[in-house]
Nanobody, 115 residues
Framework: QVQLVESGGGLVQPGGSLRLSCAAS????????MGWYRQAPGKQRELVAE???????NYSDSMKGRFTISRNNAKNTLYLQMNSLKPEDTARYYC?????????WGQGTQVTVSS
């Protein structure tokens, strides 16, 4: 059973930055891909960014240039660096991993952008 634990969320002012972390219970190299999704109240969950096992990254258009996905294979951890945060980035952010057995999700971490 894959376990994903997110951390790093919190309250930040508009224009600020946060770095989210997702610690996996197994080597990230064993996943077909990993990604970050977010869900705001009353809205559907949406893709933020994803990274394939080969290291190719893909971003949602609204996050390009502001967010950066990365991973540390030695620490089995996926990151999301978020800069120039806007109030509309307020959401619960989830880590996801795809394996041959399916897709797994973490519990999420709340990000609130407000002055």
């Amino acid at each position: 059973q894959v376990q994903l634990v997110e951390s790093g969320g919190g309250l930040v002012q508009p224009g600020g930055s946060l770095r989210l972390s997702c610690a996996a219970s197994q080597p990230v190299s064993t996943f077909f891909g990993m990604g970050w999704y977010r869900q705001a109240p009353g809205k559907q969950r949406e893709l933020v960014a994803e990274m394939t096992s080969g290291g190719t990254s893909n971003y949602s258009d609204s996050m390009k240039g502001r967010f950066t996905i990365s991973r540390n294979n030695a620490k089995n951890t996926l990151y999301l660096q978020m800069n120039s945060l806007k109030p509309e980035d307020t959401a619960r952010y989830y880590c996801s991993a795809r394996t041959i057995g399916g897709r797994y999700w973490g519990q999420g971490t709340q990000v609130t952008v407000s002055s």
